[in-house]
Structure formats: structure tokens, C-alpha cells
């Protein structure tokens, strides 16, 4: 742990009551308008969301994987539009500056990422690259003291408020895998660098996503994370690794909240002259969902714990992202399966958490990547 035990348990104290309090009532205004209120991301500054996971010698907290995921769980008690203000300065937007920048990257960047004074991105998906990220074809190809960017990143989170994207381009085009692409700093006022319209999504509205298009983009030669070309695609699945137990971190938390939602209305709705809840095809369905969320739980923390002990959790992240983002949506289609007609109507918001939670068995890897990356480390470690 990073933060004594008082200190931290006061800190998710105020983080839970500033998730039932000021974002809970918000979440319907906020899918409806497609935005969160400024004075909600000035109070998420306020808090030090932002900073959760960048070390405090850059102005973060600096939290343990163990402590952060626990904070998601809090967050993920509401609309995950809200945590994706600041999900990519903790996450995937930092991160690779975290684990692989210079010294002279981190003291530019890490503390205008951890107040909220910017906002970070991270560009790997390409239209014709998804899973297989190794194939991308985004360029960058050195001239004089600069790199020129051409190609276009695809499906980008938080790209329309980013300040700083951390881009993977391909250095070397001799070399068609991973050892040609190298990741790159690249601020968003960068000449040549520009935005797709913002794209329409079946849920999590007020989280907005877009294509990021470089067009001789010129940024400095120093923009190379860490300095050296040919590492961008292991800095990314490094960061990945991380992403991917945070996601699962907020599948656990959106599930606690549909299960609370869901056993408040069994108790409450009365058919054939009792509550539903006294029914057992109920029953069986809340407790379904309540035995999954705790291997869920149970689970995420054994994998951040590893992680904070510096063990490799490749696999364990990927077992994590797999079982709970597939967990959370089995959760759901429960929920509005025991809130019946209600379940699909806007007004109880489970329809809308059904929309929400669907892209957790897409981004950051699908399941059947997640599957892929599992048996390949079963098969590597049966190979030692
Ligand atoms: N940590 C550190 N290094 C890693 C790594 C990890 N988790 N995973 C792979 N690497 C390294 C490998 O060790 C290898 O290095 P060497 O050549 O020195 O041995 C290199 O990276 C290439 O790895 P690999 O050969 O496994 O790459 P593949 O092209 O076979 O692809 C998958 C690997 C499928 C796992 C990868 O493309 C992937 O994760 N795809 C999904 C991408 C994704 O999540 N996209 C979502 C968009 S981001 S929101």
C-alpha cells in the first residue's frame, strides 16, 4: 500500500460519497446532454482524480495498483461516462510516460496530467488495425530534428478534450511486427494534426471518442517515449496490462451497483401479492450475480496485488478483463431480466448500464484476445 491505512480508507470514504451524492443524480442529465457538467470535472480536479496513479513526486497520489482499483470499484458504483473524464490520465494516457518516458518527459507532462490541466490520450487503433495492433501503419519518419506523422487512429477515448496523445507510428518500415513501431509524445496542437467528428456510440454518452488524423504531422525528434525507437508496441501492451485490470476494477463496480439496484427493486415490487425477491427463479438470478461479482472482486484484487509485488500479471490481467467484463454483462442482462418491463424503459437507468457496460468485452482487447492471450502464457509457461 501506498498510503497509510487511515488515509486511504478517508479517501474512498470521499470518493463513495461523491459518487452517491453529486454523481448519481447527474447520470441521467449526463446521457441525456451528452456531457459532464464543467463544475463536476472541477470538483474531480478538486479531489485529485486525475492524479490517482501518477507518483507524487509529478503531483499525483501515486496509489498502489491495489489502492486504485479499489477507488474504482467506488467509481464504478456510478455511469461510467463519469470516470472517463480522468480515465485515461490515471490509465493509458500516462502511463507509458509512467512506465518507459525520460526524466525530462515526466517532469513536462505527469504534472499537468495529474491536476487535470490536460488531458491525455492514447492512439493505437488504426481503421485497418484493432486486435491485431502489431500491423499498424501510422508512419513517422525522422527529418532533420523532427518526425513527420501520416495515418489516421481510430475509435480514440477522450481525443476531442486530449491535450497530449501518446501515439503509436511505425519508425522502421522495414520491419512490418512490433519491433518497427516506436511511441511517441504528440500534443494536440501539433501542426497536421487533426480531429474526426465525434462519434456516435450505443451507450456511455458524456465519454466522447473520435479519429485523430496526422497529416505531415512535425513533432520534435525528443517526442519518442523514453528516448529510443523500436520499443512503442511493448510500452503499449505494457500499458494495456495496466488498462486492463482497471477496466475490470470498474466491471466489478458497475456490477455491485446493478445488484443493488436490482435486490432494492425485488424487495420493493410485489407481484402474485409479495415481493419478487421471494420468488427463487429470482433468488437464483441475484445470486448468480452475487457469486460472480466476488470472484470477480476477489479476483481483480489477487491480480493488482501481484502486480504491486512486481510479478509479470500479462496473464492475469487478461483472465481479469475476460471473466469480469463478460461478469458484468451477464449482471445486466440480469438486472433488466428482474426489473421486467421497467428494465427497459429509460427512466430506472438499467437499460442505459446494459448499453454501458457492452464495450468492456471490446476495448483495451476483446474477449477473444484476452482468451488468445491467456493460453499463449499457459503455453509459455508450460514451455519453462
Ligand atoms: N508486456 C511486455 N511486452 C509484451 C507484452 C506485454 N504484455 N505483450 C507482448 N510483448 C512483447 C513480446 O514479448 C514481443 O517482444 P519480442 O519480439 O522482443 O519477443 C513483442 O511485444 C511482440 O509481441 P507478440 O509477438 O506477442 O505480438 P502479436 O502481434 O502476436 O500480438 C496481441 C499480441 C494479440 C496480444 C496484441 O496485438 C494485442 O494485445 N492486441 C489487442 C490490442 C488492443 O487491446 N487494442 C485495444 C485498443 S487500445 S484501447
Redesign the pocket.
Known amino acids: 500500500m501506498a498510503l497509510d491505512q487511515e488515509t486511504f480508507s478517508q479517501l474512498t470514504n470521499v470518493i463513495g460519497r461523491f459518487v452517491e451524492e453529486r454523481l448519481i443524480p447527474l447520470e441521467a442529465e449526463v446521457s441525456e446532454s451528452d456531457q459532464v457538467p464543467a463544475a463536476v470535472v472541477n470538483d474531480m480536479r478538486e479531489l485529485g482524480l486525475f492524479g490517482l496513479s501518477i507518483p507524487e513526486r509529478y503531483g499525483g497520489l501515486g496509489l498502489s495498483v491495489e489502492e486504485e482499483v479499489r477507488i474504482i470499484f467506488e467509481l464504478g458504483h456510478t455511469s461510467p461516462a463519469f470516470r472517463s473524464v480522468f480515465g485515461t490520465n490515471t490509465g ?1 494516457g500516462s502511463q507509458g510516460i509512467v512506465m518507459d518516458g525520460t526524466d525530462e518527459q515526466k517532469r513536462k507532462y505527469l504534472p499537468k496530467l495529474a491536476s487535470g490541466e490536460i488531458i491525455g490520450s ?1 492512439a ?2 488504426e481503421p485497418d488495425s ?6 499498424l501503419r501510422t508512419t513517422a519518419k525522422i527529418d532533420g530534428n523532427e518526425y513527420i506523422l501520416n495515418g489516421t487512429k481510430r ?3 477522450n481525443a476531442p478534450s486530449a491535450g497530449l496523445f501518446t501515439v503509436m507510428a511505425r519508425t522502421d518500415p522495414e520491419k512490418k ?3 518497427g513501431i516506436s511511441a511517441f509524445l504528440v500534443e494536440a496542437d501539433s501542426p497536421g494534426l487533426k480531429l474526426g467528428p465525434p462519434d456516435k456510440k450505443m451507450g456511455q454518452q458524456g465519454a466522447h471518442v473520435c479519429d485523430v488524423i496526422f497529416e505531415d504531422c512535425r513533432i520534435p525528434a525528443d517526442s519518442v517515449i523514453g528516448g529510443v525507437e523500436g520499443q512503442g ?6 500499458v ?2 495496466r ?2 485490470l482497471t477496466i475490470s476494477g470498474m466491471c466489478v463496480g458497475n456490477a455491485e451497483r446493478l445488484i443493488r439496484d436490482s435486490l432494492r427493486y425485488a424487495m420493493e415490487r410485489k407481484q402474485f401479492g409479495k415481493p419478487i425477491a421471494e420468488f427463487q427463479l429470482v433468488q437464483a438470478m441475484l445470486a448468480d450475480c452475487e457469486t460472480e461479482v466476488y470472484a470477480a472482486r476477489s479476483m481483480v484484487l489477487d491480480a493488482a496485488r501481484r502486480k504491486d509485488a512486481g510479478e ?1 500479471v ?1 496473464k492475469l ?2 483472465i481479469c478483463k475476460y471473466y469480469c467484463s463478460e461478469m458484468v454483462g451477464r449482471v445486466a442482462d440480469r438486472a433488466v431480466q428482474i426489473h421486467g418491463g421497467a428494465g427497459y424503459m429509460a427512466e430506472y437507468g438499467i437499460e442505459r448500464f446494459y448499453r454501458d457496460v457492452r464495450v468492456y468485452r ?5 474477449s477473444q ?1 484476452q482468451q ?2 491467456i493460453a ?1 502464457e499457459m503455453m509459455k509457461e508450460a514451455a519453462l
Open positions: 493509458i492514447f493505437l487503433t484493432g486486435s491485431d495492433a502489431a500491423s475509435f480514440i477515448t511486427g512490433a519491433s508496441f511493448k510500452t503499449a501492451m505494457k494495456l496490462d488498462g486492463r509479470n500479462t490481467a487478461a471490446l476495448y483495451e482487447g476483446t484476445i488468445l492471450i499463449r
